[in-house]
């Protein structure tokens, strides 16, 4: 089976730019999240996902960042616009229905906002 | 509200010795626990988890934790470590919002030297 496949695995931005990032969860999971990534704050939810509904939507990220799901096999993260402080790497995770706790993530989106 | 806290950022150990990462929790329940590790560029890996029973629970590759509600705690080892266990380790627990999603805590970046 296919794992949790994120495109683009690095993109390089202006400020101000807008970016979308992009998720392909694992086929019939139930649950998608996106986490950003940083060697100081760690892991940080932005966005959960069950059944293609919008569970979370990331509190404090709720200004500049927009997580949809189209359709349940393609989630997008849109960033707009970006910020130097936005430099990070993007995780985007899936799990089955029933797992609790047990996610698949992907190799993650390296985004660096200049 | 609950919590993940990893007190060491980075832990070296020769290759052939043990091996204990710690992690503490704070909950007022008996929660879910989960280890996962990072790779190099790679996204992250679920290693082992507890929901519940034997306190002892085994992962792969010769990993497995003890989970303590005494010590808040759910520390993991191994017995002989290889070089290719040089990852990033997380601890991880469903947050207070909600038990299908989980807040990590920052990580201990295993170094193997040989």
């Known amino acids: 089976d296919a794992g949790v496949t994120q495109t683009p695995r690095h993109e390089v931005a202006e400020k101000g730019q807008t970016i979308i990032l992009k998720c392909e969860p694992v086929?019939?999971?139930?649950?998608l999240f996106w986490y950003r990534q940083t060697k100081i704050q760690g892991l940080e939810l932005l966005s959960y996902?069950?059944?293609?509904?919008?569970?979370?939507d990331g509190g404090a990220f709720k200004d500049r960042f927009k997580a949809e799901m189209l359709n349940s096999s393609f989630s997008t993260l849109k960033i707009q616009p970006t910020e130097p402080k936005d430099s990070a790497v993007y995780l985007c995770a899936s799990s089955p229905r029933g797992a609790t706790g047990q996610l698949y993530f992907g190799e993650g989106s390296k985004l660096t906002v200049l | 509200a609950q919590s993940v806290t990893q007190p060491d950022a980075r832990v070296t150990v020769s290759e052939g010795a043990s091996l204990q990462l710690r992690c503490k929790y704070s909950?007022?329940?008996?929660?879910?626990l989960f280890w996962y590790v990072q790779y190099p560029r790679q996204g992250l890996q679920l290693l082992l988890k507890?929901?519940?029973?034997?306190?002892v629970v085994q992962g792969v590759n010769g990993f497995e934790a003890e989970f303590s509600k005494s010590n808040s705690s759910f520390h993991l080892r191994k017995a002989s470590v290889h070089w290719s266990d040089s990852a990033v380790y997380f601890c991880?627990?469903?947050?207070?919002?909600?038990?299908?999603?989980?807040?990590f805590g920052k990580g201990t970046q295993l170094i193997i030297q040989p």
């Open positions: 086929s019939g999971h139930n649950d």
């Open positions: 996902f069950r059944s293609k509904s919008l569970m979370e």
């Open positions: 909950s007022s329940v008996t929660p879910y």
């Open positions: 507890y929901y519940s029973g034997d306190p």
């Open positions: 991880a627990a469903p947050w207070a919002g909600g038990a299908d999603r989980l807040t």
